[in-house]
T-cell receptor, first 112, second 114 residues
């Protein structure tokens, strides 16, 4: 039982490049989330998917897009990376409702 | 929207002493309050949570208290050990159309000095 798996762990992009962060969970959770973590800012929600087939914007969605490919997978895409998107990105999943969120191991992204 | 404030941002304690981290929230509809521990370079992991119908919950050396009227909740760690050193995040959560809307605090870096 792997839990939540994210790829890649590290990535360096040049300004303007695009990339997709992959996330998969094997806990049969309905809800999935993408957060970014910056020093002193805590975890801020980028996008979420309450259930398969639905996605919605979170607190900081600008510059990102998401796809809920199926119940297991939720990807985050940066179409044109900017230095302000340098951050650590975490994918998470939960059963929904008031329950524990399980996090992936994180992706450290640097945009130069 | 929900606003969660967390204090202090850094906390140093001697091994064996207690540590207290405090959070306030603004949305009275929030009904679930988890605490996550994040060790350096690792993912956040749940250490304890409390629901709005409970005032206090304990799990060995860790306890959480909730005051719904004042909209604040606190994490208490007793007999601290070096392995307690980490960043701790509080969060406030509510159901919103089948989605768990979670707002995190900005984190407290706890250092336990041996």
């Amino acid at each position: 039982n792997a839990g939540v798996t994210q790829t890649p762990k590290f990535q360096v992009l040049k300004t303007g490049q695009s990339m997709t962060l992959q996330c998969a969970q094997d806990m049969n959770h309905n809800s999935m989330y993408w957060y970014r973590q910056d020093p002193g800012m805590g975890l801020r929600l980028i996008y979420y998917s309450a259930s398969e087939g639905t996605t919605d914007k979170g607190e900081v969605p600008n510059g990102y897009n998401v796809s809920r490919l199926n119940k297991r997978e939720f990807s985050l895409r940066l179409e044109s990376a900017a230095p302000s998107q340098t951050s650590v990105y975490f994918c998470a999943s939960s059963e929904g409702g008031s329950t524990e969120a399980f996090f992936g191991q994180g992706t450290r992204l640097t945009v130069v | 929207g929900e606003n969660v404030e967390q204090h202090p941002s850094t906390l140093s304690v001697q091994e064996g002493d207690s540590a207290v981290i405090k959070c306030t929230y603004s949305d009275s509809a929030s009904n679930y309050f988890p605490w996550y521990k994040q060790e350096l370079g690792k993912r956040p992991q749940l250490i304890i949570d409390i629901r709005s119908n409970v005032g206090e919950k304990k799990d060995q050396r860790i306890a959480v208290t909730l005051n719904k009227t004042a909209k604040h909740f606190s994490l208490h760690i007793t007999e601290t050990q070096p392995e307690d050193s980490a960043v701790y995040f509080c969060a406030a959560s509510k159901n919103s159309g089948g989605y768990q809307k979670v707002t995190f605090g900005t984190g407290t870096k706890l250092q336990v000095i041996p």
